[in-house]
């Protein structure tokens, strides 16, 4: 089923908020570029094609891109999401796909499985158009959910274009849809641009399918987090402390012991034996290696090293690229640079 879905990944945005002169999936989350975090949901799903629009910064987007089995859409003006899907058009029509996902490249929360499951219902339950949708006590700056007194799907209204009562609506767009490709580019034919943004507006779809009598669902992500769209600086610290919590979560899980997590900063490419301790304070990266039965003491930063089982690294220590045999007692501030 998922061989009939292509992919549409959304990387064009300036990211005015971010006040940066970088394209906005460019920034880093957890050690890699937000978009990297997009790119390996998606690819977890073994879909018939990803395409990424790019648009702003382009060549730089389009560098970080190598090593992912994706194709580049260039949007050559910026004039909404709605134009950035269009930009993407020829790429589905070529795989021949029945269905396409579109989802943004500043959205690195969001898990595979919960894609997944998006896809699933759509394909099985006959809609057009489903669109995710989750709840969030502040809702600024998203589009609101508009449904009838049946909570079917009306509408979606950005906010620059509301009304305070829509406004009010604590139900969001998240920014992530399953779409007939048939339906998908002739409805964006239909839409203009007459809003305050003078942009081509994706979600003006789904009234348009709303007004053809066709069948439109929500897919509701229960977590909020995982939807959540870097827009600024708070925002990507609010990203990277929600995968290094994930990734630290996984290792307590996996047998290792980590005193005060919220403080232990420790990289996905990072591995780690059983039954070792890490202290408050400390940072692990690159291609390291921790053994089992190590202990970490606080203040401690190690990169791109190899820690033998049963080793100890003493308090304020700094190991980068070396090897450090079994059982070896590393005493505080030891630098090994």
Known sequence: ?????????????????????????????????????????????????????????????????????????????????????????????????????????DTPLIRPETLGRMLDEHCSGGAVLTVMTTLVADPTNYGRIVTDDQGRLLAIVEEKDATPEIRAIKEINAGIYCVSSDFLFNALLKVDRNNKQSE???????????????????????????????????????????????RNRSLMLSGVTLLRPETIAIEHSVEIGRDTVIHPHVYIGGSSRIGSNCVIESFTQIKD???????????HSSINNREIDEGLQIGPHTVYI
């Open 305 to 315: 090293s190899v820690i033998g089982s049963g080793a100890t690294i003493g308090s």
């Open 200 to 246: 081509v507006y994706l979600t003006d779809i789904v009234a348009i399918a709303v007004n053809s009598d066709y069948q439109v669902s929500r897919f509701s992500c229960e977590d909020s987090l995982e939807v959540l769209g870097v827009n600024s600086r708070i925002e990507l610290a609010e990203a990277h402390a929600c995968l290094q919590n994930r």
């Open 1 to 105: 089923m998922r061989s009939s879905v292509s992919a549409i990944i959304l990387a064009a945005g300036k990211g005015t908020r971010m006040k940066s002169d970088y394209a906005k999936v460019l920034h880093e989350v957890f050690y890699r570029p937000m978009i990297h975090h997009v790119l390996d949901a998606v690819q977890a799903l073994a879909l018939a094609k990803n395409i990424v629009v790019t648009g702003y910064k382009r060549q730089e987007v389009e560098k970080v891109l190598q090593g992912y089995d994706v194709v580049s859409a260039p949007q050559e003006e910026q004039l909404g999401t709605g134009h950035a899907v269009l930009a993407a058009e020829q790429f589905v029509a070529r795989s021949k796909t029945a269905t396409v996902l579109i989802l943004c490249g």
